[in-house]
């Protein structure tokens, strides 16, 4: 890809400054705009629960894997068809912004659940594994690129794997996107199952309240 954006080259590692500089935005925008206008809609507190949060970054992060599909293809087009003409740099921004997206609901998600449920006692712990869960996920991504080289080399007519070698107009990247679009989507879905079964603290202590108010009006009467 032409690393030459407006004119000036931008350093291909630096590319997952993008994510953090839409965060570094959004979020202030999510807490002073967002969230009281859910307020006002949703009469909760927090505007919306912490899960339907990470469950709103988790249907995000379909989205960039998606979108990364297409424009993988986009380029190992133009890079078959002009080779002396690739795609620009800036193509790439469009999935790494909506994976900053993700990420602001998500983390934030994250953090807040684990700081507000946790046990007093556990608190400091409790949001420590926002953080163990997404280090986890990139050494798990890690390790799909070897499995799925490993499965793909064996029912591929070529008996190359999608991610074979260095040529990347040789590999399937695209294919492996779309792998990943269904591995979160099957995540999304884990996710909502085990979210509609959770129980806030909140709430079981306002029923508790509730009942305990019942049991003594049943008392008097």
């Known amino acids: ?33 967002v969230i009281p206008i859910a307020r006002k809609i949703t009469g909760n507190p927090s505007g919306i629960t912490q899960l339907q949060r990470v469950g709103v970054g988790l249907v ?13 293809v986009k380029r190992r087009d133009q890079s078959i068809k002009n080779p002396f003409k690739p795609i620009s740099l800036f193509w790439l921004s469009f999935q790494y912004s909506i994976f900053g997206l993700a990420d602001t609901f998500t ?3 994250l953090m807040e659940f ?3 449920e946790a046990p007093l006692s556990m608190k400091s ?16 991504s890690s390790a799909f690129v070897d499995i799925i080289n490993c499965v793909t080399e064996k029912i591929t007519p070529s ?18 996107y779309w792998f990943l679009a269904i591995l979160s989507a099957i995540n999304l879905a884990n996710d909502l199952y085990w979210a509609s079964w959770y129980k806030y603290k909140e709430k079981q202590k306002l029923r508790q309240r509730i009942n305990s108010s019942q049991i003594l009006l049943n008392m008097e009467a």
């Open 1 to 33: 890809m032409d690393p030459c954006i407006f004119g000036k080259k931008f350093p291909s590692a630096s590319i997952r400054v993008i994510p953090l500089v839409f965060m570094a935005v959004l979020i202030p925008i999510y807490e002073f705009l």
């Open 60 to 72: 995000l992060s379909i989205i960039p894997m998606t979108v990364a599909s297409f424009v993988e």
């Open 107 to 109: 983390i934030v998600g």
């Open 114 to 116: 684990f700081y507000k």
């Open 125 to 140: 712990l409790s949001t420590s594994f926002a953080w163990l869960s997404l280090s986890f996920g990139y050494f798990l």
């Open 159 to 176: 008996k190359k794997g999608w991610l074979h070698g260095d040529i990347l107009n040789d590999n399937n990247l695209n294919l492996f």
